[in-house]
């Protein structure tokens, strides 16, 4: 079964400077999926990033890009310039290649807090 | 419709009553999945549907837990009996046919299930 680990329960960060958000998992599998979630108090699961196992190249949206190790099984999220919007639960989450493995297993989260 | 749409918003009930709760998935997806999010924030998978089909059953509590994707309608959770560890945000999400080579997973909003 796949884990997923988010070390990091609360973040706090200063606008317009940099943050990372740790994420490592766990699995058997060559081919998979990986992505990082927000959640805002509305509670509303907005994705923020995916990188899919078998490119090498991280994914980047805007200010917005990871850190894939696929050897270190490790997924790292980087804020660059953090807005006050940016304030959220962030959630890593793996999801394998087929079959059962199709649903989301998720991380425990990081709480960020962007201040003034 | 372009957003995952879920109903109510938010329920309310008595230990030992029913709970319904509605999911009207992406239009054009094949796949929507059912997680629970209880309030320490964890996620955990209830089950998923290619279609009308179950996928896969491995979170659900049968004894109490059922839930369907009938053609033409919204799909559905139901809870008989619930108890008080049932109050949770249910999120309901969808994903395209594998076939057109994305595989992420859009959120609704959630339904709020607040047991008493």
């Known amino acids: 079964a796949q884990t997923v680990t988010q070390s990091q329960p609360e973040m706090s960060v200063q606008e317009a400077e940099t943050v990372t958000l740790s994420c490592t998992y766990d699995?058997?599998?060559?081919?998979?999926?990986l992505f990082w979630y927000k959640q805002p108090p509305s509670r509303q699961m907005i994705l923020v990033i995916r990188q899919e196992a078998y490119k090498q190249q991280n994914a980047t949206e805007n200010r917005f890009s990871v850190n894939f190790q696929k050897a270190a099984k490790s997924f790292s999220l980087k804020i660059s310039d953090s807005q006050l919007g940016d304030t959220a639960m962030y959630f890593c989450a793996f999801r394998g290649e087929t079959g059962t493995a199709s649903k989301l297993t998720f991380g425990t989260g990081t709480r960020l807090q962007v201040t003034l | 419709g372009e957003e995952v749409a879920q109903t109510p918003k938010h329920l309310v009930r008595g230990e030992g009553q029913k709970a319904k709760l509605y999911c009207a998935p992406i239009k054009g997806h094949s796949y929507v999945f059912w997680y629970q999010q209880v309030l320490k924030n964890e996620f955990k998978f209830l089950i998923s549907f290619q279609n009308e089909n179950v996928f896969d059953e491995t979170g659900m509590p049968k004894e109490r837990f059922s839930a369907k994707c009938l053609p033409n309608s919204p799909c559905s959770l139901e809870i008989q009996a619930t108890k008080l560890e049932d109050s949770a945000v249910y999120f309901c999400a969808s994903s395209p046919y594998r076939g057109t080579g994305t595989d992420t997973q859009y959120f609704g909003p959630g339904t709020r299930l607040t047991v008493l």
């Open positions: 699995t058997s599998e060559n081919n998979y999926y």
